[in-house]
Protein backbone atom coordinates (compact mmCIF):
# COMPACT_ATOMS: atom_id res chain seq x y z
CA UNK A 1 0.00 0.00 0.00
CA UNK A 2 2.85 2.35 -0.37
CA UNK A 3 1.99 4.68 -2.79
CA UNK A 4 2.38 7.83 -4.03
CA UNK A 5 0.08 10.57 -4.05
CA UNK A 6 0.11 10.67 -7.52
CA UNK A 7 -0.16 6.64 -7.72
CA UNK A 8 -3.56 6.92 -5.67
CA UNK A 9 -5.08 9.35 -7.76
CA UNK A 10 -4.60 7.51 -10.80
CA UNK A 11 -5.81 4.25 -8.65
CA UNK A 12 -8.52 6.02 -8.02
CA UNK A 13 -9.57 7.25 -11.36
CA UNK A 14 -9.24 3.79 -12.26
CA UNK A 15 -11.64 2.51 -10.23
CA UNK A 16 -14.22 5.07 -11.06
CA UNK A 17 -13.45 4.22 -15.13
CA UNK A 18 -14.13 0.65 -14.44
CA UNK A 19 -17.32 1.00 -12.37
CA UNK A 20 -18.24 3.80 -14.56
CA UNK A 21 -18.06 2.81 -17.95
CA UNK A 22 -20.21 1.46 -20.65
CA UNK A 23 -19.23 -1.98 -19.95
CA UNK A 24 -19.95 -2.26 -16.60
CA UNK A 25 -21.94 -0.22 -14.08
CA UNK A 26 -22.60 3.35 -16.15
CA UNK A 27 -26.56 2.84 -16.46
CA UNK A 28 -27.01 1.51 -12.86
CA UNK A 29 -24.76 4.99 -11.79
CA UNK A 30 -26.15 7.37 -13.86
CA UNK A 31 -29.86 6.34 -12.86
CA UNK A 32 -28.86 6.83 -9.04
CA UNK A 33 -27.63 9.90 -10.05
CA UNK A 34 -30.74 10.66 -11.61
CA UNK A 35 -32.34 10.40 -8.45
CA UNK A 36 -30.67 13.32 -6.73
CA UNK A 37 -29.16 10.75 -3.77
CA UNK A 38 -26.05 11.87 -2.40
CA UNK A 39 -22.84 10.01 -3.43
CA UNK A 40 -21.64 7.64 -1.02
CA UNK A 41 -24.14 7.58 1.50
CA UNK A 42 -27.89 6.87 1.73
CA UNK A 43 -27.62 4.27 -1.15
CA UNK A 44 -28.60 1.04 0.28
CA UNK A 45 -31.79 1.00 -0.90
CA UNK A 46 -30.99 1.02 -4.51
CA UNK A 47 -27.53 -0.96 -4.29
CA UNK A 48 -29.10 -3.98 -1.99
CA UNK A 49 -32.38 -3.79 -3.44
CA UNK A 50 -34.79 -2.63 -0.46
CA UNK A 51 -37.46 -0.15 -0.39
CA UNK A 52 -36.97 3.38 0.47
CA UNK A 53 -39.00 3.37 3.63
CA UNK A 54 -40.53 0.98 5.50
CA UNK A 55 -43.75 2.80 6.39
CA UNK A 56 -43.70 1.94 10.60
CA UNK A 57 -40.42 1.82 11.81
CA UNK A 58 -39.42 -0.70 13.53
CA UNK A 59 -39.14 -0.56 17.56
CA UNK A 60 -35.74 -1.71 18.74
CA UNK A 61 -34.15 -1.93 21.83
CA UNK A 62 -30.27 -1.94 21.97
CA UNK A 63 -28.59 -4.00 24.37
CA UNK A 64 -25.08 -2.98 25.19
CA UNK A 65 -24.43 1.02 24.95
CA UNK A 66 -21.25 1.42 24.83
CA UNK A 67 -18.31 2.09 21.75
CA UNK A 68 -19.78 -0.13 19.06
CA UNK A 69 -23.63 0.39 20.63
CA UNK A 70 -23.10 4.36 20.40
CA UNK A 71 -21.59 3.77 16.30
CA UNK A 72 -24.65 2.02 15.13
CA UNK A 73 -26.86 4.23 17.15
CA UNK A 74 -24.74 7.18 15.00
CA UNK A 75 -25.74 5.44 11.69
CA UNK A 76 -29.49 4.50 12.60
CA UNK A 77 -31.85 6.07 9.93
CA UNK A 78 -35.31 7.27 11.69
CA UNK A 79 -37.77 6.20 9.39
CA UNK A 80 -36.63 2.59 9.28
CA UNK A 81 -36.15 2.24 12.90
CA UNK A 82 -37.33 3.74 16.19
CA UNK A 83 -34.98 2.98 19.53
CA UNK A 84 -37.37 2.29 22.10
CA UNK A 85 -35.12 0.87 24.66
CA UNK A 86 -31.80 0.87 25.89
CA UNK A 87 -30.51 -1.46 28.39
CA UNK A 88 -26.80 -1.05 30.06
CA UNK A 89 -25.09 -1.37 33.41
CA UNK A 90 -22.66 1.58 32.94
CA UNK A 91 -23.60 4.98 33.90
CA UNK A 92 -21.12 6.18 31.42
CA UNK A 93 -22.72 4.12 28.35
CA UNK A 94 -26.27 5.30 29.41
CA UNK A 95 -25.16 9.10 29.57
CA UNK A 96 -23.47 8.95 25.98
CA UNK A 97 -26.04 6.73 24.23
CA UNK A 98 -28.18 9.67 25.44
CA UNK A 99 -26.07 12.62 24.68
CA UNK A 100 -22.75 11.53 22.10
CA UNK A 101 -19.19 10.96 23.15
CA UNK A 102 -17.59 13.15 24.29
CA UNK A 103 -14.35 12.49 22.87
CA UNK A 104 -16.02 11.41 19.86
CA UNK A 105 -18.97 12.87 18.53
CA UNK A 106 -18.50 12.57 14.97
CA UNK A 107 -18.44 8.94 15.47
CA UNK A 108 -21.35 8.21 18.29
CA UNK A 109 -23.36 11.40 17.80
CA UNK A 110 -26.06 10.12 20.33
CA UNK A 111 -29.63 9.34 20.21
CA UNK A 112 -30.76 13.33 20.96
CA UNK A 113 -28.93 14.13 18.10
CA UNK A 114 -30.30 11.20 16.05
CA UNK A 115 -34.16 11.63 17.07
CA UNK A 116 -33.38 15.54 17.28
CA UNK A 117 -34.40 15.79 21.06
CA UNK A 118 -33.92 18.66 22.79
CA UNK A 119 -33.39 16.83 25.90
CA UNK A 120 -32.48 13.93 27.74
CA UNK A 121 -35.99 14.25 29.48
CA UNK A 122 -37.85 14.21 26.57
CA UNK A 123 -35.83 11.90 25.04
CA UNK A 124 -36.16 9.54 27.45
CA UNK A 125 -40.18 9.89 27.23
CA UNK A 126 -39.41 8.11 23.77
CA UNK A 127 -36.40 5.56 25.38
CA UNK A 128 -37.04 3.15 28.48
CA UNK A 129 -33.80 2.69 30.27
CA UNK A 130 -33.30 -0.80 31.57
CA UNK A 131 -30.06 -0.44 34.03
CA UNK A 132 -30.38 -3.22 35.77
CA UNK A 133 -31.15 -6.31 33.63
CA UNK A 134 -31.54 -6.54 29.81
CA UNK A 135 -34.44 -9.55 30.51
CA UNK A 136 -36.95 -5.98 31.35
CA UNK A 137 -36.42 -5.13 28.12
CA UNK A 138 -36.35 -8.52 26.24
CA UNK A 139 -40.37 -8.81 28.50
CA UNK A 140 -40.67 -5.11 26.86
CA UNK A 141 -43.73 -5.51 24.47
CA UNK A 142 -43.43 -2.92 22.61
CA UNK A 143 -39.85 -3.91 21.42
CA UNK A 144 -39.97 -5.60 18.32
CA UNK A 145 -36.16 -6.44 17.70
CA UNK A 146 -33.06 -5.71 19.32
CA UNK A 147 -29.31 -4.52 18.35
CA UNK A 148 -27.05 -6.41 20.72
CA UNK A 149 -23.66 -4.08 20.74
CA UNK A 150 -22.48 -6.50 24.54
CA UNK A 151 -19.14 -7.86 25.05
CA UNK A 152 -18.65 -10.85 22.78
CA UNK A 153 -18.61 -13.56 25.30
CA UNK A 154 -22.62 -12.86 25.60
CA UNK A 155 -23.45 -12.53 21.89
CA UNK A 156 -24.68 -16.27 21.99
CA UNK A 157 -26.61 -16.06 25.23
CA UNK A 158 -28.46 -12.90 24.79
CA UNK A 159 -29.44 -13.18 20.78
CA UNK A 160 -31.09 -16.60 21.89
CA UNK A 161 -32.80 -15.51 25.05
CA UNK A 162 -34.05 -12.38 22.73
CA UNK A 163 -35.41 -15.39 19.89
CA UNK A 164 -37.05 -17.22 22.45
CA UNK A 165 -38.75 -13.55 23.81
CA UNK A 166 -39.73 -13.17 20.41
CA UNK A 167 -37.54 -10.46 19.36
CA UNK A 168 -35.62 -10.27 15.74
CA UNK A 169 -32.10 -9.76 16.54
CA UNK A 170 -28.96 -8.29 15.04
CA UNK A 171 -25.82 -8.70 16.82
CA UNK A 172 -22.61 -7.26 16.48
CA UNK A 173 -19.93 -9.56 15.09
CA UNK A 174 -17.91 -11.94 16.20
CA UNK A 175 -21.39 -14.16 15.70
CA UNK A 176 -20.39 -15.93 19.00
CA UNK A 177 -17.60 -17.34 21.61
CA UNK A 178 -17.52 -20.51 20.19
CA UNK A 179 -18.92 -22.59 16.93
CA UNK A 180 -21.27 -24.41 19.32
CA UNK A 181 -23.00 -21.47 20.13
CA UNK A 182 -23.19 -20.40 16.58
CA UNK A 183 -24.78 -23.69 15.61
CA UNK A 184 -26.92 -22.96 18.52
CA UNK A 185 -27.75 -19.18 17.52
CA UNK A 186 -28.92 -20.67 13.61
CA UNK A 187 -30.91 -23.13 15.39
CA UNK A 188 -32.42 -21.01 17.31
CA UNK A 189 -33.59 -18.49 14.70
CA UNK A 190 -35.18 -21.11 12.45
CA UNK A 191 -37.06 -22.57 15.34
CA UNK A 192 -38.50 -19.33 16.48
CA UNK A 193 -39.00 -17.85 12.69
CA UNK A 194 -37.20 -14.89 13.68
CA UNK A 195 -34.22 -12.96 11.98
CA UNK A 196 -30.51 -12.96 13.09
CA UNK A 197 -28.23 -11.15 11.92
CA UNK A 198 -24.97 -10.32 12.36
CA UNK A 199 -22.57 -7.24 11.92
CA UNK A 200 -19.98 -7.72 9.27
CA UNK A 201 -21.10 -4.20 7.57
CA UNK A 202 -18.87 -4.59 4.31
CA UNK A 203 -21.44 -6.46 3.27
CA UNK A 204 -23.81 -3.37 3.37
CA UNK A 205 -20.82 -1.23 1.75
CA UNK A 206 -21.47 0.67 -1.43
CA UNK A 207 -17.73 0.92 -1.63
CA UNK A 208 -17.25 -2.92 -1.19
CA UNK A 209 -20.40 -3.78 -3.69
CA UNK A 210 -18.56 -1.83 -6.72
CA UNK A 211 -15.39 -3.38 -6.10
CA UNK A 212 -16.64 -6.98 -5.94
CA UNK A 213 -18.60 -5.77 -9.74
CA UNK A 214 -15.09 -5.30 -11.13
CA UNK A 215 -14.09 -8.76 -9.99
CA UNK A 216 -17.10 -10.15 -11.79
CA UNK A 217 -16.50 -8.24 -14.61
CA UNK A 218 -13.20 -9.96 -14.86
CA UNK A 219 -11.15 -6.99 -14.89
CA UNK A 220 -8.45 -8.00 -12.57
CA UNK A 221 -8.49 -11.80 -13.58
CA UNK A 222 -7.83 -14.33 -11.65
CA UNK A 223 -7.49 -13.85 -8.03
CA UNK A 224 -4.17 -15.89 -6.73
CA UNK A 225 -3.42 -13.54 -3.23
CA UNK A 226 -4.99 -11.10 -0.94
CA UNK A 227 -2.90 -9.37 1.47
CA UNK A 228 -4.64 -7.65 4.45
CA UNK A 229 -3.79 -5.89 7.49
CA UNK A 230 -5.04 -3.47 10.54
CA UNK A 231 -2.29 -1.92 12.54
CA UNK A 232 -2.10 0.35 15.28
CA UNK A 233 -0.15 2.55 16.27
CA UNK A 234 -1.87 2.31 19.95
CA UNK A 235 -3.97 0.81 22.10
CA UNK A 236 -6.92 1.56 21.69
CA UNK A 237 -8.39 -1.26 23.58
CA UNK A 238 -7.06 -0.11 27.29
CA UNK A 239 -9.96 2.04 28.30
CA UNK A 240 -9.95 4.10 31.40
CA UNK A 241 -11.18 2.70 34.78
CA UNK A 242 -13.19 4.96 37.19
CA UNK A 243 -10.31 4.96 39.95
CA UNK A 244 -7.76 6.25 37.05
CA UNK A 245 -10.39 9.41 36.00
CA UNK A 246 -11.17 9.89 39.74
CA UNK A 247 -7.14 10.33 40.06
CA UNK A 248 -6.73 12.54 37.04
CA UNK A 249 -9.97 14.47 37.13
CA UNK A 250 -8.14 16.92 39.73
CA UNK A 251 -5.38 18.11 36.88
CA UNK A 252 -7.61 18.45 34.07
CA UNK A 253 -10.12 20.96 36.11
CA UNK A 254 -7.05 22.75 37.40
CA UNK A 255 -5.96 23.44 34.27
CA UNK A 256 -9.31 24.02 32.46
CA UNK A 257 -9.41 27.27 35.31
CA UNK A 258 -5.92 28.06 34.14
CA UNK A 259 -5.61 31.86 32.50
CA UNK A 260 -2.77 30.04 30.80
CA UNK A 261 -4.56 27.44 29.00
CA UNK A 262 -4.82 28.48 25.48
CA UNK A 263 -8.04 28.41 23.63
CA UNK A 264 -7.89 25.33 21.05
CA UNK A 265 -6.17 23.29 24.17
CA UNK A 266 -9.22 24.45 26.27
CA UNK A 267 -11.57 22.66 23.98
CA UNK A 268 -9.94 19.44 24.20
CA UNK A 269 -9.74 19.30 28.42
CA UNK A 270 -13.08 20.28 28.47
CA UNK A 271 -14.03 17.28 26.83
CA UNK A 272 -11.52 15.15 28.95
CA UNK A 273 -12.65 16.03 32.08
CA UNK A 274 -16.74 15.53 31.00
CA UNK A 275 -15.39 12.00 29.87
CA UNK A 276 -13.68 11.63 33.53
CA UNK A 277 -16.68 12.38 35.26
CA UNK A 278 -18.87 10.23 33.82
CA UNK A 279 -16.31 7.34 33.51
CA UNK A 280 -15.69 8.20 37.53
CA UNK A 281 -19.67 6.76 38.07
CA UNK A 282 -18.83 3.76 36.70
CA UNK A 283 -17.29 2.50 40.36
CA UNK A 284 -20.17 2.00 41.64
CA UNK A 285 -21.08 -0.69 39.05
CA UNK A 286 -21.36 -4.21 40.91
CA UNK A 287 -19.42 -5.83 37.94
CA UNK A 288 -18.90 -9.12 39.79
CA UNK A 289 -22.94 -9.17 40.72
CA UNK A 290 -23.18 -9.40 36.97
CA UNK A 291 -20.35 -12.36 36.35
CA UNK A 292 -18.07 -10.76 35.65
CA UNK A 293 -14.57 -11.69 37.57
CA UNK A 294 -11.09 -10.81 39.13
CA UNK A 295 -8.21 -12.55 38.27
CA UNK A 296 -4.22 -12.41 38.95
CA UNK A 297 -2.22 -13.13 36.44
CA UNK A 298 1.02 -14.89 36.09
CA UNK A 299 3.53 -12.32 36.15
CA UNK A 300 0.99 -10.31 39.03
CA UNK A 301 -1.02 -8.31 37.63
CA UNK A 302 -4.07 -7.97 39.14
CA UNK A 303 -7.22 -7.76 37.38
CA UNK A 304 -10.74 -6.87 39.00
CA UNK A 305 -14.19 -7.64 38.05
CA UNK A 306 -15.13 -3.83 36.84
CA UNK A 307 -11.43 -3.87 34.78
CA UNK A 308 -13.00 -7.06 33.22
CA UNK A 309 -15.85 -5.23 32.24
CA UNK A 310 -14.79 -2.35 30.92
CA UNK A 311 -11.71 -3.44 29.30
CA UNK A 312 -13.74 -6.60 28.11
CA UNK A 313 -11.39 -7.17 24.43
CA UNK A 314 -8.87 -7.66 26.57
CA UNK A 315 -9.14 -11.26 28.08
CA UNK A 316 -9.88 -14.18 26.65
CA UNK A 317 -12.82 -14.99 28.58
CA UNK A 318 -14.84 -12.38 27.59
CA UNK A 319 -13.17 -11.22 23.95
CA UNK A 320 -11.88 -12.97 21.26
CA UNK A 321 -8.67 -11.29 20.63
CA UNK A 322 -7.53 -9.43 17.57
CA UNK A 323 -9.39 -11.88 14.83
CA UNK A 324 -12.16 -11.96 16.12
CA UNK A 325 -12.51 -8.02 16.75
CA UNK A 326 -10.42 -6.84 13.35
CA UNK A 327 -9.50 -9.69 11.37
CA UNK A 328 -12.89 -11.27 11.49
CA UNK A 329 -14.28 -7.81 9.20
CA UNK A 330 -11.25 -8.17 6.98
CA UNK A 331 -11.27 -12.14 6.31
CA UNK A 332 -15.14 -11.49 5.56
CA UNK A 333 -13.75 -9.38 2.93
CA UNK A 334 -11.69 -11.60 1.48
CA UNK A 335 -14.54 -14.08 1.60
CA UNK A 336 -16.20 -12.15 0.22
CA UNK A 337 -13.77 -11.35 -3.15
CA UNK A 338 -13.25 -14.56 -3.61
CA UNK A 339 -17.01 -15.54 -3.63
CA UNK A 340 -17.12 -12.97 -6.55
CA UNK A 341 -15.34 -15.37 -8.76
CA UNK A 342 -18.07 -18.32 -8.04
CA UNK A 343 -20.74 -19.17 -10.68
CA UNK A 344 -22.89 -21.25 -7.93
CA UNK A 345 -23.07 -18.34 -5.66
CA UNK A 346 -22.11 -19.72 -2.25
CA UNK A 347 -20.22 -18.07 0.09
CA UNK A 348 -16.12 -19.04 0.23
CA UNK A 349 -15.18 -21.36 2.40
CA UNK A 350 -11.48 -21.46 3.62
CA UNK A 351 -9.45 -24.68 3.19
CA UNK A 352 -6.40 -24.28 5.70
CA UNK A 353 -4.56 -21.62 8.33
CA UNK A 354 -1.23 -21.21 10.19
CA UNK A 355 -0.94 -18.36 12.17
CA UNK A 356 1.84 -17.06 15.11
CA UNK A 357 1.24 -14.57 17.47
CA UNK A 358 1.59 -13.53 20.91
CA UNK A 359 1.78 -10.48 23.64
CA UNK A 360 5.22 -8.72 21.99
CA UNK A 361 4.67 -5.17 23.81
CA UNK A 362 2.22 -5.39 26.67
CA UNK A 363 2.78 -8.24 29.17
CA UNK A 364 1.00 -8.12 32.39
CA UNK A 365 -2.62 -6.20 31.65
CA UNK A 366 -4.16 -8.69 29.25
CA UNK A 367 -4.56 -12.50 28.37
CA UNK A 368 -4.96 -11.48 24.42
CA UNK A 369 -2.41 -11.30 22.08
CA UNK A 370 -1.38 -8.06 20.75
CA UNK A 371 0.35 -8.80 17.11
CA UNK A 372 -1.18 -11.80 14.78
CA UNK A 373 -0.03 -12.92 11.83
CA UNK A 374 -2.32 -15.64 9.54
CA UNK A 375 -1.75 -17.31 6.16
CA UNK A 376 -5.01 -18.92 4.50
CA UNK A 377 -5.80 -21.23 2.04
CA UNK A 378 -9.07 -20.60 -0.17
CA UNK A 379 -10.11 -22.65 -3.04
CA UNK A 380 -10.13 -20.96 -6.39
CA UNK A 381 -12.61 -21.12 -8.49
CA UNK A 382 -11.24 -24.45 -10.63
CA UNK A 383 -9.98 -25.86 -7.10
CA UNK A 384 -12.89 -28.47 -7.79
CA UNK A 385 -11.35 -29.18 -11.10
CA UNK A 386 -7.41 -29.48 -9.57
CA UNK A 387 -7.37 -29.34 -6.13
CA UNK A 388 -4.23 -27.37 -6.14
CA UNK A 389 -5.87 -24.50 -7.18
CA UNK A 390 -5.85 -21.85 -4.21
CA UNK A 391 -6.15 -18.40 -3.60
CA UNK A 392 -3.60 -17.64 -0.43
CA UNK A 393 -4.56 -14.73 1.84
CA UNK A 394 -2.35 -13.27 4.39
CA UNK A 395 -3.22 -11.16 7.23
CA UNK A 396 -1.68 -9.20 10.07
CA UNK A 397 -2.87 -7.39 12.88
CA UNK A 398 -0.89 -5.51 15.31
CA UNK A 399 -0.52 -2.94 17.69
CA UNK A 400 2.47 -0.06 18.86
CA UNK A 401 2.99 0.65 14.74
CA UNK A 402 0.43 1.87 12.71
CA UNK A 403 2.38 2.02 8.98
CA UNK A 404 -0.09 1.44 6.70
CA UNK A 405 -3.77 1.33 8.48
CA UNK A 406 -5.97 -1.01 7.48
CA UNK A 407 -7.49 -2.32 4.23
CA UNK A 408 -6.98 -5.29 1.58
CA UNK A 409 -4.84 -6.05 -1.55
CA UNK A 410 -6.30 -8.08 -4.47
CA UNK A 411 -3.71 -9.39 -6.54
CA UNK A 412 -5.01 -11.02 -9.92
CA UNK A 413 -3.79 -12.31 -13.26
CA UNK A 414 -4.42 -8.97 -14.86
CA UNK A 415 -4.70 -6.61 -12.15
CA UNK A 416 -4.20 -4.88 -8.64
CA UNK A 417 -7.05 -4.08 -6.60
CA UNK A 418 -6.61 -2.13 -3.61
CA UNK A 419 -9.25 -1.02 -0.72
CA UNK A 420 -7.51 1.20 1.51
CA UNK A 421 -9.54 2.37 5.41
CA UNK A 422 -12.86 1.60 4.14
CA UNK A 423 -12.93 5.01 2.55
CA UNK A 424 -11.34 4.55 -0.99
CA UNK A 425 -10.44 1.85 -3.77
CA UNK A 426 -7.73 1.99 -6.20
CA UNK A 427 -7.61 -0.07 -9.40
CA UNK A 428 -4.23 -1.03 -11.44
CA UNK A 429 -3.80 -3.16 -14.65
CA UNK A 430 -1.00 -5.93 -13.59
CA UNK A 431 1.42 -4.23 -11.15
CA UNK A 432 1.40 -0.49 -13.02
CA UNK A 433 0.74 2.04 -10.57
CA UNK A 434 1.72 4.73 -12.96
CA UNK A 435 -0.55 3.55 -16.06
CA UNK A 436 -3.93 5.19 -16.54
CA UNK A 437 -6.50 2.50 -17.67
CA UNK A 438 -10.74 2.34 -18.15
CA UNK A 439 -12.56 -0.68 -19.79
CA UNK A 440 -12.76 -2.46 -22.84
CA UNK A 441 -14.05 -4.76 -24.16
CA UNK A 442 -11.58 -7.21 -26.11
CA UNK A 443 -11.89 -10.42 -27.66
CA UNK A 444 -11.32 -12.16 -24.41
CA UNK A 445 -13.80 -9.94 -23.04
CA UNK A 446 -13.74 -6.83 -20.92
CA UNK A 447 -10.26 -5.99 -19.92
CA UNK A 448 -8.23 -2.86 -18.42
CA UNK A 449 -6.46 -1.00 -20.89
CA UNK A 450 -4.97 2.54 -21.80
CA UNK A 451 -7.43 5.09 -23.24
CA UNK A 452 -9.53 8.16 -22.76
CA UNK A 453 -11.63 7.27 -19.21
CA UNK A 454 -12.51 11.15 -18.31
CA UNK A 455 -16.22 10.66 -19.03
CA UNK A 456 -16.43 7.22 -17.15
CA UNK A 457 -13.92 8.35 -14.56
CA UNK A 458 -17.39 11.63 -13.95
CA UNK A 459 -19.86 8.94 -13.86
CA UNK A 460 -18.06 6.45 -11.57
CA UNK A 461 -17.32 9.08 -9.06
CA UNK A 462 -20.60 9.40 -8.54
CA UNK A 463 -20.38 6.46 -5.85
CA UNK A 464 -17.44 6.36 -4.57
CA UNK A 465 -16.41 10.09 -3.75
CA UNK A 466 -16.94 11.51 -0.08
CA UNK A 467 -18.55 10.65 2.29
CA UNK A 468 -18.89 7.14 1.66
CA UNK A 469 -20.56 5.05 4.32
CA UNK A 470 -19.21 1.96 5.57
CA UNK A 471 -22.16 -0.03 5.83
CA UNK A 472 -23.52 0.54 8.77
CA UNK A 473 -26.69 2.24 7.77
CA UNK A 474 -27.61 -0.17 5.01
CA UNK A 475 -26.95 -2.92 7.05
CA UNK A 476 -29.42 -1.35 9.90
CA UNK A 477 -32.20 -0.45 6.93
CA UNK A 478 -32.25 -3.53 5.27
CA UNK A 479 -32.59 -5.22 8.74
CA UNK A 480 -35.71 -3.08 9.40
CA UNK A 481 -37.07 -3.70 5.56
CA UNK A 482 -37.07 -7.60 6.24
CA UNK A 483 -38.73 -7.76 9.16
CA UNK A 484 -41.96 -5.41 7.48
CA UNK A 485 -41.68 -7.51 4.32
CA UNK A 486 -41.16 -11.40 5.57
CA UNK A 487 -40.36 -13.13 3.09
CA UNK A 488 -38.27 -16.13 2.53
CA UNK A 489 -36.07 -14.60 0.03
CA UNK A 490 -35.70 -11.24 2.09
CA UNK A 491 -33.18 -12.68 4.33
CA UNK A 492 -30.35 -9.96 5.48
CA UNK A 493 -26.86 -10.55 3.65
CA UNK A 494 -25.25 -11.16 6.69
CA UNK A 495 -27.75 -14.29 7.82
CA UNK A 496 -26.10 -17.01 10.06
CA UNK A 497 -24.91 -19.31 7.69
CA UNK A 498 -22.64 -16.34 6.20
CA UNK A 499 -21.74 -15.13 9.95
CA UNK A 500 -21.23 -18.76 11.44
CA UNK A 501 -18.34 -19.02 8.48
CA UNK A 502 -16.99 -15.59 9.51
CA UNK A 503 -16.81 -17.07 13.09
CA UNK A 504 -15.79 -20.33 12.50
CA UNK A 505 -12.49 -18.57 10.04
CA UNK A 506 -11.41 -16.25 12.91
CA UNK A 507 -11.64 -18.68 15.75
CA UNK A 508 -9.26 -21.53 14.03
CA UNK A 509 -7.51 -18.89 13.92
CA UNK A 510 -7.50 -18.21 17.58
CA UNK A 511 -6.96 -22.23 17.48
CA UNK A 512 -4.08 -22.33 15.25
CA UNK A 513 -2.33 -19.48 17.16
CA UNK A 514 -2.77 -21.14 20.22
CA UNK A 515 -1.15 -24.64 19.89
CA UNK A 516 0.97 -23.36 16.93
CA UNK A 517 -1.16 -25.42 14.40
CA UNK A 518 -1.49 -25.96 10.95
CA UNK A 519 -5.31 -26.83 10.89
CA UNK A 520 -7.34 -27.88 8.01
CA UNK A 521 -10.97 -26.65 7.92
CA UNK A 522 -13.84 -29.19 7.76
CA UNK A 523 -16.79 -28.75 5.76
CA UNK A 524 -18.86 -30.42 8.32
CA UNK A 525 -18.06 -27.40 10.57
CA UNK A 526 -19.83 -25.23 8.14
CA UNK A 527 -23.05 -26.65 8.19
CA UNK A 528 -25.27 -25.38 10.69
CA UNK A 529 -27.31 -28.94 11.48
CA UNK A 530 -24.39 -30.62 11.97
CA UNK A 531 -22.93 -30.57 15.21
CA UNK A 532 -19.04 -30.74 14.56
CA UNK A 533 -17.38 -27.94 15.44
CA UNK A 534 -13.24 -26.84 15.53
CA UNK A 535 -12.61 -26.78 19.10
CA UNK A 536 -13.66 -30.83 19.94
CA UNK A 537 -12.23 -31.50 17.11
CA UNK A 538 -8.68 -30.05 17.64
CA UNK A 539 -8.56 -28.52 21.03
CA UNK A 540 -7.22 -31.29 23.41
CA UNK A 541 -9.29 -32.98 25.69
CA UNK A 542 -7.47 -31.93 28.58
CA UNK A 543 -8.05 -28.10 27.83
CA UNK A 544 -11.76 -27.90 27.35
CA UNK A 545 -12.37 -27.39 30.72
CA UNK A 546 -11.00 -24.17 31.09
CA UNK A 547 -13.55 -23.10 28.56
CA UNK A 548 -16.20 -24.55 30.22
CA UNK A 549 -15.12 -22.90 33.25
CA UNK A 550 -14.86 -19.39 31.41
CA UNK A 551 -18.42 -20.44 30.46
CA UNK A 552 -17.91 -20.76 26.96
CA UNK A 553 -19.76 -23.54 25.11
CA UNK A 554 -17.71 -25.88 23.21
CA UNK A 555 -19.42 -29.09 23.17
CA UNK A 556 -22.40 -30.78 21.18
CA UNK A 557 -25.17 -28.49 20.87
CA UNK A 558 -27.72 -29.35 23.30
CA UNK A 559 -31.36 -28.54 21.73
CA UNK A 560 -33.28 -29.89 19.60
CA UNK A 561 -35.70 -28.49 16.98
CA UNK A 562 -38.38 -27.56 19.29
CA UNK A 563 -35.99 -25.64 21.73
CA UNK A 564 -37.44 -28.21 24.68
CA UNK A 565 -34.03 -29.64 25.75
CA UNK A 566 -32.46 -25.90 25.77
CA UNK A 567 -31.64 -25.02 29.09
CA UNK A 568 -33.31 -21.53 30.34
CA UNK A 569 -30.77 -18.91 31.56
CA UNK A 570 -31.12 -16.90 34.68
CA UNK A 571 -30.91 -13.34 34.97
CA UNK A 572 -26.88 -11.75 34.59
CA UNK A 573 -25.47 -15.48 34.30
Known sequence: MNLTDEQKAIGKDNFAAAIGSEH????????????????????????????????????????????????????ITPSYLQVVAVADI?????????????????ARPGLMNRYKWKTE????????????????????????????????????????????AGKHVMSEKLM??????????????????KLLTVGHQRHYSVLYDNAVKTIRAGLIGDIHHIRAQWHRQKDTWLKTLPAKATKDLPRYIKELASDKT??????????????LQLIAQDDKVDAAGYGYISKKLAGGYECSALEELIRWRLWDRTGGGLMAELGSHQLDAASIFISALRKDGHHAMPLSVSAMGGRHLYKEDRDTDDHVYC??????????????????????SINGNGFGGYGEVVLGTKGTLILSGEKEAMLFKDAKTSTSVGVVDGKKGLALD????????????SAVTAPVSRGYTEEMEHFAWCIRNRDPENIPRCHPKVAMADAIIALTSNIA?????????????????????????VIPEKDRAAYAKNGINIRKPDMDPKLANYPKSTPNS
Open 121 to 164: AEAKKNVKVYAEDYHDLLADKDVEAVIIALPLHLHGKVAIEAMR
Open 375 to 396: SFEFPSPKHDEDPAKKIVVTYS
Open 450 to 461: SYETSGDVAVGQ
Open 513 to 537: LKYKKHIEYKKEWFDIDNDATPEMD
Open 176 to 193: AHSVTECKEMARVATATD
Open 24 to 75: TRRKFLKNIAATGAVSGAGLGAVYFGYEKSVGDPVRVGLIGTGDEGGVLIGA
Open 262 to 275: KPDRRAAVAKRVKA
Open 90 to 106: RPYNIHRIFHGDPGNKA
